[in-house]
């Protein structure tokens, strides 16, 4: 409702800093916002009920009615709360199912590389996770799962930020790898019952990173897939990403270069000049099961005036992992019709070059390596140190080892393994 009313909020010493309202005048849409926002609940004068979080903002709130807002004290305890069978996991996208309990929004996953017979799945094979990323508010529910220092993480698609699905902990990326942040989500218990049930328990002791998002309701109102511009400021007012352009290209050919890895050659299906600066990577595009779109960046390896060449490692889960494993040549992608980057490679800029790669993580400097060797006019030295687990996982090792056999002087590269 549109009329104004009252507000009345308990404050003391603890809890004045982060919700400083006495008595102000308020419409019932920010009433909701705010208390979801700040964890506070509201208690209606007339009966006495608490107004549940799924009704904050739907709530009849009478004029000239004097509301207590309180503070929700969120306490650890043994119960566990049933939410889910194993059987529908099967069915599920992406094996997660988003939760909301006791007015926070969860993600139930089944971890990659579970038995996929129902009946020899244990609650080892399953995580709860709060839904929204600790760093920006990113929904993780379309995120692509991957291997980082060890952990199975959910990589939100709005800052690739790795989080692990079995500790909470963020990892930041260095040139010594993937070096812990701390907790920063926040994991919740999860048991499995002997009729196929599965059940969570809050864990909510102290205070993590990802308590900010966690109780906001995105999941009710927030269903955009790119980062707003404002989204520290009042969730509900968030702004739209800047309009932009995709256009259509069409897959001409597809090798299998591994039992997860694709080469893949895009063309233009209409004339068009295709302009890829050095260093830069493309923005790609694809329809989400609820009717919207979510955007991913890749670097290709190589392109020409109609097309571009992409290398692609594809997950166990993932929305962009699913959509290449069932890619067939003749289907369509959207790319974004302005490149994106912040480095630029110019011929004969630096003297010498000095890379570090893990995994796919080559594909940036496959471009550059490739672009500077092919101009005749560069002198630019580059050193290559490309780390991976196995021998059998090195992405383009031969058309590394062909740079380094024909441009001896100007081009070595060495590979590191984890495991021998």
């Known amino acids: 409702m549109d009329e104004q009313v009252k507000l009345f909020a308990q404050v003391n010493e603890k809890t004045k800093r982060s919700f400083s309202a006495r008595k102000t005048q308020l419409n019932a849409k920010s009433i909701g916002l705010m208390a979801s926002m700040a964890q506070f609940e509201i208690v209606d004068p007339i009966n006495g009920n608490v107004i549940s979080m799924d009704d904050l903002n739907a ?3 009478k004029p000239d009615v004097v509301y207590e807002v309180r503070r929700v004290t969120e306490k650890q ?17 992406y094996h997660r199912k988003k939760i909301s309990l006791s007015g926070r929004d969860l993600l139930l996953f089944l971890l990659p590389g579970s038995p996929r017979s129902p009946k020899d799945l244990k609650a080892e094979h399953f995580s709860a996770m709060d839904a929204i990323c600790y760093h920006f508010g990113g929904p993780l529910d379309e995120a692509d799962i991957e291997d980082v220092a060890g952990h199975q993480c959910v990589i939100c698609p709005w800052h690739r930020y790795p989080i692990a699905l079995d500790t909470g902990e963020s990892f930041l990326k260095t040139v010594n790898g993937h070096q812990s942040k701390g907790v920063k989500q926040r994991i919740h218990t999860v048991k499995l019952e002997s009729d196929g049930t ?9 205070k993590i990173d ?60 209409v004339p068009r000049k295709l302009s890829i600066p050095v260093g830069h990577h493309l923005r790609f595009r694809i329809p989400n099961r609820e009717g919207g779109h979510v955007t991913r960046e890749y670097t290709p390896i190589a392109h020409h005036a109609n097309g571009f060449q992409l290398l692609v490692k594809t997950y166990d889960v993932g929305i962009f992992s699913e959509f290449f494993r069932g890619i067939q040549v003749g289907d369509t992608l959207e790319v974004e019709n302005v490149p994106m980057g912040r480095f630029t490679y110019n011929f004969n800029e630096y003297r010498a070059l000095g890379m570090i790669a893990a995994g796919s993580g080559i594909t940036p400097m496959f471009q550059i390596i490739k672009a500077a060797l092919s101009n005749r ?33 100007r081009f070595k590269v060495l590979y590191l393994l984890s495991q021998v």
Request: aromatic fraction near 10%; glycine fraction near 4%; charged fraction near 25%.
């Open 77 to 93: 305890t043994d119960e566990f709360h049933p939410v889910a069978n194993i059987n529908e996991f099967q069915d599920l996208p």
């Open 377 to 409: 006019q560069d002198r630019t030295k580059i050193h290559l140190v490309f780390a991976n687990r196995r021998r059998d996982d090195i992405l383009l090792k031969s058309q590394l080892d062909g740079f380094a056999r024909e441009n001896p002087n």
């Open 59 to 61: 709530y009849d709130y």
């Open 210 to 269: 990802s308590d900010h998002y966690a109780c906001m309701g995105i999941f009710k109102f927030a269903q955009q897939k790119t980062p707003p511009k404002n989204v520290h400021s009042k969730i509900g007012a968030a702004k739209e990403a800047p309009q932009v352009e995709f256009s259509t290209w069409l897959l001409e050919d597809l090798d299998q270069i591994s039992p997860d890895t694709y080469v893949m050659n895009f063309r233009s299906q």
């Open 198 to 206: 599965l059940a969570i328990k809050l864990n909510l002791d102290g």
